[in-house]
Structure formats: structure tokens, C-alpha cells
DNA sequence: GTGGTCTAGACCACT
DNA sequence: GTGGTCTAGACCACA
């Protein structure tokens, strides 16, 4: 692993996102522990309070349980909960957005379109 | 004018992607004066500094050119410039990561483009 | 150190240079710290937000990286990348703008070169 | 010819630097006229009054005499002043600091007197 | 501890 | 009038 950070984001912030990210995946299933806070300490150079807030923050949002002397763990239902509430503010706020910055440059909506299906294809 | 801010970015980031927009949609055309440093630091009621850091990172970026004494210029052929950049950009960077996020979600391409055609007949 | 800043260019400017010429001396290495900004500004007794933007320039440059919370580092390479493209500036518009200014004041190439030599062997 | 000022130096300065390399290659000969005010300031498309400044400060510098009503005229001898002032700053000053700069980046004197050579060559 | 941002007000040079 | 620079001091987020 790289300790690759962007500047423009606290780093417990990208932190989160990638948990959340592992956990859409099922990378992180619903019940299993995540790594601790140590590991991820070591493994990516960064202070362990750092990790600390990121995980912190994810209990807060229900997504992570502490299990005390343990470790922390993927709530039950903690992906779908993230799926429904991702997928709200998906087409409530960034959706509009992006239209709105599509519009704005002045590129086709067939352009778009052709992309999505193009890019559909590679994956098959 | 108003002077809402948000307060996850700074004010000179705002106010500077704002001009660019602005420029974009062609109310700042090229060759024309920007409104002055102090023109603007009383209109929203924000520091001169401020405003001129946001301006000065448009002279970086060569959008905007200072003539001195006499104020800022929109350089010419900023928008086409701005055009192309912002479109390749966001067809490289931007679109793969909504694109990716779209199926990170489960969310069907049919479903985007029902939304994408429906939002392009609201404007009509 | 001293507080003596010329009048004639502002003081984040020379201090800019002043930190290009610690690195091409070997002073500030690479992958080491530099001095943090409040550091400086108590030392030199300027404003901490001088020493910002000269310090931001630098990471423009691309001879500074930030560490968020921990502080601003010489980056990998910099020496190198520095003494090249300094040299090649010098080279393709210093040194022929040197010599366009010896021809103008009608000095001859035998007396440069013998100053040159003589100076030379002073240091050793 | 262009309006082509550079931002870092006030124009009257620049437009100041370019009378005396005129002067010094003999294009503005002793006793002769220089273009008048409104001539320079119509030509280059500034404000009349950067150009008297730059002309007032070559009348300090005692190169230039205004005569009323006619207009400014280049003193008797104020090549030969020029070329001694300049001549005996360029050595004093100007090479120290051009040797300094060639040892920190350590092009060898050898480099620079063949380049001067070459482009002594040149000029035959 | 680190750097980032902002304010209010001052002074400067240039046009 | 224009923008540039600087100060002194404040508050913030991050590690």
C-alpha cells in the first residue's frame, strides 16, 4: 500500500470513504471486523488517532459497532442502510450537478449517453 | 448580490470558481474588465485580500490578466480555452468516477439516462 | 540571522529565493523538514502570512510538499530538478542578456575572462 | 511596435531603461531630439504622464534637457557619462553576482568563456 | 504542534 | 482610481 494522500482532504476523512467504499464492495462484510486501528496505523504511516476519528465517525453514521477489548465491527444491514441513503443523495444532489455542468460545457447529452453505453460494454 | 458562503470551502475558492463560471456563460466577456478588488470586497462584504487571492489565481491560470493601474482584463480566447480544458477534464476525470460511483450503487444506466432526457425537456 | 530585506521587491519574494538558495546549497535537503512558518515569522519578525505565501509558492514550484498538520518538506528531487532547470534558464537567457549588456558598454571578452579567472583563483 | 510591458517593473521604468540602451547604441545621438511626449505615449498606447515620468527621471539622471516650448534633447556627453556609469556598476555589481550565480550551480568557467567566445564568433 | 483562512486597516506604487 | 504588500491578531482543522 501507499501512503498516497490528496491535500485538499483531511486524511480521516479519505480514510472514511474508503471504508464505506470496501464496505459497498463487500469487501467489508456485515458482521466481520474491520482491521484495527493499529494495523491500519502501521500499514498506512498515519498517527493512530487519525484512524481513530475515521472509525469514530463511522460508528456515529451506524456503520461500524466498538466491541470493547475486541475491535470494531460491520454493523448487520450496514450496506444496505449505505446502498438506500447513497443512492438518495446520488440522484437528489450529485446528479443535478453533474447535468448541470454537462449543460454548462455544452456537451451533447447523446455524448453522454454513447459514453455510458460504451462503457457498459467493456466490463461484459 | 448575496453573500452566502459555504463553509466547507474559502471564500477566495469560491469566488473563483464563480468568475470562472461567469466567464463560461459569457457575462464576463473577453478583453473586458473584472469588477475591481475593492468593487467587490465592499459588494460582498468580504476582505480585499481575499479577493485577490481568488483573482490572482485566475491571473495563474491565465485567464485573467493585470494591467497595471488600470485594473484586470478576461484575457482573449479565455472561454475557449476554459471550454476545452474543462470538457476534456471532465470527460477524463470526472464522468469515470460518477460513472463508477453510478454502478458502485447499483443504479441502472436506463434509469440515468430516463432522468438525463427528462431533465433535458424541463428546459424547454 | 538578520531582518535586512531589500526594498526594492517584497519581502515573501526574497524569501522565496533565499530558501531556492538554501536547497541548491545543500542546506535544506531533500525529504527534511523546512522551518515552520510561524518559526520563521517570529525569527525574521514578518507576519506568518508572508511567510505563507512565499512557502506556497514554493509548493507551486513544485519544490515543497505539505504535510497536513505536520509541515512543510524539501521534495524528493527538488536539488536535482532545481539545478537543471536553473542552469538551463541561465544558459538560454541570463548569460546572452550578460553578454548583450558587455557588448552594449563596450567592454572586451578578454577582460570579463580575466576577471573571471582572477576571481576564480581567489577561491582557492 | 507592441504594447508588450512586462508586469514586473512600473512601464515608466521599463520605457526609462529602453531611452538609455537607445542612447547607448547611438540611436539617440548628443544634441538631438527624443521623441516628444504624446508621440512616445500614442505610439506605445500609454497614459502621457508614465511617459513624462520617464523622461522627468532622465533629466535627473542628467541625460536629457527639456527645452521649453521644443522639447528634450539628449545631453553633450551623455554617452560617454553613460558608458562610464554603467561600465563601472556592470563591474562593481552586475558580474559579481553573475560569477556567484555560475559557481552555485556549477557551470565551469570554461563553459562560459567558450560561449562567449562562440558568440563573439557569431557576431563577425 | 502544524498550516489555512479571514479581518480591518494601513501604506505604497502605478496610471 | 487600480492592484500589491504588510501587519497584528483572531479562529479553525488537522495530526
Redesign the pocket.
Known sequence: MQEHWKDDQ????QLQDKVVDLILEGVFNEGEAVPSVRQIAVEYR??H??VS?AYQQLVDDGLLVKKRGIGMFVIEGARGQLLANEREKFLRVELPQVLKRVKQLGISNEQIIKIMTESAQEEV
Do not use: E, W
Open positions: 483531511p486524511i480521516y476523512r498515519i498517527n488517532l487519525t476519528k
